[in-house]
C-alpha cells in the first residue's frame, strides 16, 4: 500500500479502519522479530567429489563428499534430480504420483569419471564434481547445471542455496509466472514471491501476483522446461549470452536461483514447444475445462452498487445488440466487504436478479476474497474457528490483518480440513445464483503502507500435516484457495464443471482453473503488459487468462480503451473490470465511433466462439494454451523468438494487435508458410516481415493457409471457414464440438484441406479414412 492507496483505504474503510491498516503492518515485524531469530554465522557447503554411485531403475543415486544427488528419468523422458535426499513428493505442483522412472534408461559411466543416463528422448550426464548436464539424444548440451552452493546455520536451521545454470549463448527465457515485462525474459533479477503491487502495475513492475519458479528456454539445439520445485521465498537473475563474445568464444546464457530454504530439486521437461507443454501437463495436471459460457465476453466493475446499475449495463448490451455472457460482481455487493454476504439494501433479491439474468443469456460471477472478518457473531468466522481452520502464530493464537472488511482471520490452505470447510462455504454462493468465482486478494493481502502486504513469515501453516511457516505456504496460497473453491464446487455441483479463476497461484494452478492480470494500469505500456502476462502464464501451462480489458485504475482514451478490447477480443478471458474510482467500461461510454469498432470484435469474437471451445479442449487434451508466441512451430528462428507484438491463436491464426497510439499500420513478422490478411484476403508468404494496415476499425489477423477453422455462421449453425492451402501441400485442423458444461467425453474431429483442379476440398479424416466433412463449408483465399 503506498501513500495513495492508503487514503482510498481511509475512505473507503473508515477513518478508524484506515488507520489501523499502518499499525497493522507493526504486527508482521513484531511477530517475526519473536519467532524468527537471525541466522547468525553460517558454514558454505559444496558437493564435494564423487563417492560411490547406486544404479535404480531410471537412473540412481550418485554420492558425493558433502552431498547426494538423486537422478530419475521417466518413459516419457521427464528428467528428476534431487540433492541431499529430495524427493519429488510430496509437491503442491505435481497432479498425483510422480511419473514411473524407465526401467530401460540406466545409470553408467561417462567420460572423465563422471555417470549418465541415457534414454529415448533425453541423456543426462553428472560430472566427478557434481554438475548436472541435460542433452539432446544427439549429445548436444541444452542445459549444465553447476555444482549447486549451501549456506547453513551452524547453530542449526534451513539452509539457503544457490543453483547457477548454463544454456546455450542464442538462448531466451520465458516464464517465471506472470512476468509484466515478458515475455521474453531480459537480463534481470526476478523474484518468487507472489505480490500485490498495492495499485496499478506496468512493464516495470516486478514481481506481481503469480510467480513460479518454471523456466522455459528457447534455443537453436531445442526447447527445455525447468521446474526448481521449491515454494519458499527467492530470486532468478537471469543474463542472455553472446554468441563470439572474447576471442571468438561463445558466453552462455546463466540462470542462477537463490531460494532463502527448501529442497534443491528440479523436473526438466525437453522437445518441442508442444511436447514439452504437454509433458508439463503430465506432470503438473490437465487445465480445467471452463464452461462454454465462460469463452464469451465478460463485464465487470468495482462499484455496480446495485441491482439497478447491473440491470442498467445489461439492458445497456442488449439494447444495443452487443453480446454479453457474463457479468462479475466485486466486494461492493458485500455486506460491509464480509466475504459470503449480501448487502440486503442494494440487493433485495440477488436470487432473483440473477435468474433474471439467466434466463437472457447472462450469467452471474461472484469475486471471493479469503480474508474472514474476525468478529465474534459473524458466521463465517464463528464457522472457521469451530473447524481450527485459521492460520496461527508461533503461540497459537490467531494471526490477524487489515482487509477490506477491517481486522480479519485468514484460512490455512495447506490444510485439508479447512479447504473442505471453505469449499462448503460456496453452497451460499450457489444460492445466490452465481455460477462462478473469482478469487481476489489471495496471495494472501494484509494492508501495510510498506513491506509484503502479506502475513507475518513465522506464521504457522499444517502444510498437509508436515508442519511449516510462511515462508513456504505464501506461494502456494492461492493455490490451496484455488483447490479449495474447485473442489468445493464440484461437490456441491458434480455435473457442471466449476468456473473459477484465481488472482494468485503457483505452479499446478491450472488444476484449478485461470486467471487475470489484476490491476493493470490504464495506459498504453499497461496495455503491453497485458499481452506479456497471458503469453508468459501460457507457457507456464497456465492456458485461460487475460487482462482487465481498459485497464484497472485511471480513465484510457477511447482509442486506448478499443485497442484493448480488440486485442481482449482475441485471448482466452475476454472480461473488461475497472476500480471504483476509474470510471466506466461499457463500449458505448467511448462514442459512437469506438461502439461501432467494439460490437465489430464482439460480433467476431461471438463467430469465432466454436473456435475457442476447440481451444480449450485441446488445451486440456494437451497443455498446449490457446494463445502462443510466434515461435511456437518454429523455435529455432531467431527473428520469431524476439517477437512480443503478435501472438498465434491456436494452430491457424496470427494476431497482430495495435499497441501504441496513433497507428494505423503496423509491421508484422510471419512464421514459415502463407499467410491470408483475413479483412482483404491478401496473401503473404513467411518468414519474413510485411506492413499491415491496421485502421482503428480493427487489427491485424492472418490465417495459415490450409487452416481448417470451426466458426459460427449467420445462423449460428457450426460450419467450417477453410483458407485455400497451397498447391501441392494439404492443411487442416481439429474440432470438438460443444457438448454442454458437464463432463461428457469430447471427440476431436480432424479435417483435412487440399487443391484439387483449383478447387479446394475438404474432408474429414477417420479411422475408416477420408470422408465428407458433414459440415457446411466456405472457403477463402482463393480469390488472392
Not at 235 to 246: F, K, N, S, T
Not at 301 to 306: D, I
Not at 426 to 433: A, D
Request: aromatic share 8%; hydrophobic share 35%.
Amino acid at each position: 500500500m503506498d501513500g495513495r492507496e492508503l487514503v482510498r483505504s481511509v475512505k473507503v474503510l473508515g477513518s478508524v479502519q484506515g488507520l489501523r491498516a499502518a499499525r497493522a503492518a507493526w504486527r508482521p515485524r513484531r511477530t517475526d522479530a519473536r519467532a524468527l531469530p537471525p541466522r547468525g554465522a553460517e558454514r558454505a557447503r559444496m558437493p564435494g567429489p564423487m563417492g560411490e554411485v547406486e544404479p535404480l531403475p531410471g537412473g540412481g543415486i550418485v554420492r558425493f563428499a558433502r552431498s547426494e544427488l538423486r537422478i530419475s528419468v521417466s518413459a516419457g523422458g521427464t528428467v528428476f534430480w534431487g540433492w541431499d535426499g529430495a524427493e519429488p513428493l510430496p509437491s503442491y505442483a505435481l497432479a498425483g504420483e510422480a511419473p514411473e522412472p524407465d526401467p530401460r534408461a540406466v545409470l553408467e559411466p561417462d567420460t572423465e569419471g563422471g555417470w549418465r543416463v541415457v534414454s529415448e528422448r533425453v541423456t543426462v550426464a553428472v560430472s566427478r564434481h557434481g554438475a548436472v548436464e541435460v542433452r539432446t539424444p544427439g549429445g548436444v548440451v541444452l542445459r549444465r547445471d553447476l555444482p549447486p552452493r549451501w549456506w547453513e546455520p551452524v547453530g542449526g536451521g534451513r539452509a539457503r542455496w544457490v543453483q547457477r545454470s548454463e544454456v546455450a549463448a542464442d538462448a531466451r527465457f520465458f516464464g517465471l509466472g506472470g512476468r509484466a515485462g515478458g515475455p521474453r525474459l531480459r537480463d534481470g533479477s526476478y523474484r518468487l514471491w507472489n505480490t500485490d503491487p498495492g495499485g496499478g502495475f506496468s512493464p516495470g513492475d516486478d514481481p506481481l501476483y503469480i510467480t513460479m519458479p518454471v523456466q522455459l528456454v528457447v534455443a537453436d539445439a531445442g526447447t527445455h522446461l525447468a521446474f526448481h520445485d521449491n515454494s519458499w521465498d527467492g530470486r532468478v537473475l537471469l543474463a542472455e549470452g553472446e554468441e563470439g563474445a572474447g576471442s571468438g568464444h561463445d558466453r552462455p546464457g546463466t540462470s542462477e536461483v537463490r531460494m532463502d530454504g527448501g529442497p534443491l530439486r528440479c523436473w526438466v521437461v525437453v522437445g518441442t514447444p508442444a511436447r514439452v507443454l504437454h509433458g508439463w501437463a503430465a506432470l503438473t495436471g490437465a487445465p480445467a475445462l471452463p464452461p462454454s459460457w465462460a469463452l464469451g465476453p465478460q463485464h465487470a466493475r468495482w462499484g455496480f452498487g446495485s441491482e439497478r446499475e447491473v440491470r442498467r449495463v445489461v439492458d445497456g448490451y442488449r439494447d444495443r445488440g452487443l453480446p454479453l455472457s457474463v457479468l462479475h460482481l466485486d466486494i461492493d455487493h458485500y455486506d460491509g466487504h464480509r466475504v459470503f454476504t449480501v448487502d440486503r439494501e442494494r440487493f433485495p433479491d440477488l436470487p432473483g436478479l440473477a435468474k433474471e439474468l439467466r434466463e437472457r443469456g447472462v450469467r452471474l460471477v461472484s469475486i471471493v476474497d479469503p480474508a474472514v472478518k474476525a468478529e465474534p457473531g459473524d458466521a463465517v468466522y464463528e464457522g472457521g474457528r469451530a473447524a481450527g481452520a485459521f492460520v496461527r502464530d508461533d503461540r497459537g493464537e490467531e494471526v490477524r490483518g487489515v482487509v477490506w472488511p477491517g481486522e480479519c482471520a485468514y484460512p490455512d490452505f495447506t490444510d485439508a480440513r479447512a479447504r473442505t470447510w471453505w469449499g462448503g462455504l460456496y453452497e451460499e454462493r450457489l444460492r445466490q445464483g452465481f455460477s462462478g468465482v473469482w478469487h481476489d486478494m489471495n496471495e494472501p493481502v494484509s494492508f501495510a503502507p510498506f513491506g509484503d502486504r502479506t502475513l507475518p513469515r513465522s506464521a504457522r501453516h499444517s502444510l498437509e500435516g508436515r508442519g511449516g511457516d510462511h515462508r513456504e505456504a505464501h506461494n502456494v496460497y492461492g493455490l490451496g484457495m484455488a483447490r479449495a473453491g474447485y473442489d468445493g464446487l464440484r461437490r456441491l455441483r458434480p455435473d457442471e464443471r466449476p468456473f473459477l479463476f484465481s488472482r494468485s497461484g503457483w505452479a499446478g494452478m491450472q488444476r484449478y482453473g485461470g486467471t487475470w492480470s489484476g490491476d493493470v494500469s490504464s495506459g498504453w505500456p499497461g496495455l503491453r503488459a497485458s499481452l506479456a502476462l497471458v503469453l508468459g502464464l501460457g507457457l507456464c501451462g497456465v492456458p485461460y487468462s487475460g487482462p482487465d480489458v481498459g485497464g484497472f485504475d485511471g480513465s484510457p482514451s477511447p482509442e486506448l480503451f478499443l485497442r484493448w478490447y480488440q486485442l481482449g477480443a482475441w485471448l482466452p478471458l475476454f472480461r473488461t473490470h475497472a476500480a471504483i474510482d476509474a470510471g466506466r467500461r461499457e463500449p458505448w461510454e467511448f462514442g459512437a465511433e469506438v461502439l461501432e469498432h467494439a460490437r465489430a470484435a464482439l460480433a467476431e469474437r461471438e463467430r469465432m466462439r466454436p473456435y475457442f471451445v476447440s481451444l480449450s479442449r485441446l488445451a486440456r487434451l494437451t497443455g498446449a494454451p490457446y494463445v502462443r508466441p510466434v515461435w511456437w512451430g518454429t523455435p529455432e528462428d531467431r527473428a520469431l523468438r524476439d517477437c512480443e507484438d503478435a501472438f498465434l491463436l491456436g494452430d491457424s491464426l496470427l494476431v497482430a494487435p495495435v499497441l501504441s497510439p496513433g497507428t494505423d499500420r503496423r509491421a508484422v513478422r510471419l512464421p514459415r508458410g502463407h499467410w491470408y490478411d483475413t479483412a482483404t484476403g491478401r496473401a503473404y508468404d513467411g518468414p519474413g516481415q510485411v506492413l499491415l494496415d491496421a485502421p482503428l476499425s480493427r487489427v491485424p489477423v492472418l490465417a495459415r493457409a490450409g487452416a481448417v477453422i470451426p466458426v459460427r455462421d449467420e445462423r449460428g449453425e457450426l460450419s467450417l471457414e477453410v483458407w485455400a492451402p497451397v498447391a501441392g501441400r494439404t492443411g487442416g485442423g481439429l474440432v470438438v464440438r460443444d457438448n454442454g458444461d458437464g463432463w461428457e467425453p469430447a471427440e476431436v474431429e480432424r479435417y483435412q484441406s487440399r487443391l484439387v483442379d483449383g478447387r479446394v476440398v475438404v474432408e474429414r479424416v477417420t479411422e475408416r479414412g477420408a470422408e465428407e466433412a458433414g459440415l457446411p463449408v466456405r472457403v477463402r483465399g482463393l480469390e488472392s
